[in-house]
């Protein structure tokens, strides 16, 4: 008897299976096309498409792929600031 009761939603905002909190499709990432490990890794020599027919494998090594060329593009971007950084802290040491 003591239970909280919730007033229902608003009839100008009806919830939507959707919009539900549990539901599978609020969780479930939405459809991809399919990835094509060849084009990702062009240097090769197998059809990895072949070898990783799973989906989940195929969207790991597609992450692994786009975090390496991150990680690079990082790299470079530190590398110059650093270099930027010697170049002036030359320019102050300088009499």
């Known amino acids: 008897m003591n239970e909280e009761q919730h007033p229902p939603p608003e009839p100008s905002q009806p919830m939507l299976p959707a919009q539900e909190e549990n539901s599978p499709e609020a969780t479930a990432p939405a459809p991809e096309k399919e990835i094509d490990l060849n084009v990702l890794f062009p240097d090769a020599e197998d059809d990895l498409n072949?070898?990783?027919?799973?989906?989940?494998?195929?969207?790991?090594?597609?992450?692994?792929?786009?975090?390496?060329?991150?990680?690079?593009?990082?790299?470079?971007?530190?590398?110059?600031?650093n270099a930027t950084d010697d170049d002036e802290s030359e320019v102050e040491d300088s009499p």
């Open 50 to 81: 072949t070898l990783f027919q799973d989906e989940d494998m195929k969207l790991l090594l597609k992450s692994v792929s786009k975090n390496k060329k991150d990680l690079h593009t990082l790299k470079d971007r530190f590398l110059e600031e």
